[in-house]
Nanobody, 115 residues
């Protein structure tokens, strides 16, 4: 089993920044993909960004140029730096980890962008 614990959500004004972190624990494999997804009320969960252990990164179109994902394979953590936040970024953000064909989710952290 894998446990994912997110931190760093909160309330921020438009144009501001937030940093989300996620720590993985449990039975972990070096070949993996970690990422962030988000779900706004009434909408489907969507990709924010993911990073493979090789270093390959993919961003969702709506966050390109504003968000940066990074990981520390030794510490089994993934971080999402979010800049130039917009009200439409408001959502619950979920950390994910895929390994050995299984997908695990964190409990989610709320990000609210509002003045």
């Amino acid at each position: 089993q894998v446990q994912l614990v997110e931190s760093g959500g909160g309330l921020v004004q438009p144009g501001g920044s937030l940093r989300l972190s996620c720590a993985a624990s449990g039975v972990l494999f070096s070949i993996n993909t970690m990422g962030w997804y988000r779900q706004a009320p009434g909408k489907q969960r969507e990709l924010v960004a993911f990073i493979i252990n090789t270093g390959f990164i993919k961003y969702g179109d709506s966050v390109k140029g504003r968000f940066t994902i990074s990981s520390d394979n030794a510490k089994n953590t993934v971080t999402l730096q979010m800049n130039s936040l917009k009200p439409e970024d408001t959502a619950v953000y979920y950390c994910s980890r895929e390994q050995e064909g299984r997908l695990f989710w964190g409990q989610g952290t709320q990000v609210t962008v509002s003045s």
